[in-house]
């Protein structure tokens, strides 16, 4: 017999050598930043997301450009392995922010639909306990033969093996560089230490290359170096006029 496995989900990870350099001096301008955010806008049981508080643009920070240059690096090699021809696409780094989840803290389960790869950068990881994993859930259970089979309330399966496995659950280790399709479901468990474990959030976004003399392919997003902001504004007059339309 043979079974064949078709369609894997592809997440890569790396271990950054010289990342214990880097260390302190990104913990110690994450804390400026998240002094300088303001208000707190997640709840308690939360992790604190610089995205959500307007810290969001890492990738300009001078204090990051070191790891900044390797989710660069590693997302040409990532995009490499997966088949992409390089020379047709522009890469962008979109959205960049830290994360600090203190005790009892976790990140619920999201996808980041606005980009299409992702990456996140273990800064600081507690070393005693259970810090929390990174789990990417499988949505399209291609091989559930009987929906919802392998759930607690039925435990329809004898073992989990990679026929069925219905998570992926990456441990945190400082200093890895992890990259993910950014469609792809996940986690951050939650952080069951006394220490912080501390992290960096990238989305990248991929285009068309930048060009003049050819057409956007069909399925890349057009160069936004092409783009035109809408500027009109609309007359408070037409507003109503529109308004008054759906209401006949
Ligand atoms: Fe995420």
Redesign the pocket.
Known sequence: MAIDVWFPLAIYYTDLTNHSEYKNAFLERIHTLREQSGKQRTTESASWTGDVHRIDQIHNDPAFAWVTEQVELHSLIYLKTLGHDLSKIDIYIQRSWPIIATKGQY?AR?A?HTANL?A?YYISIPTEGYAGQTRFFNETRQNELSSGIGSNMTEGYSEFNPLNFQQANYDPVEGRLLLFPSKQM?D?AANETDEERVTL?FDLVLTAKNSEDCATPEFLMPSPEHWKRVTQILPETDTETALAGLNT
């Open positions: 990140v999201h980041h992702s996140v996940h951050v959030s």
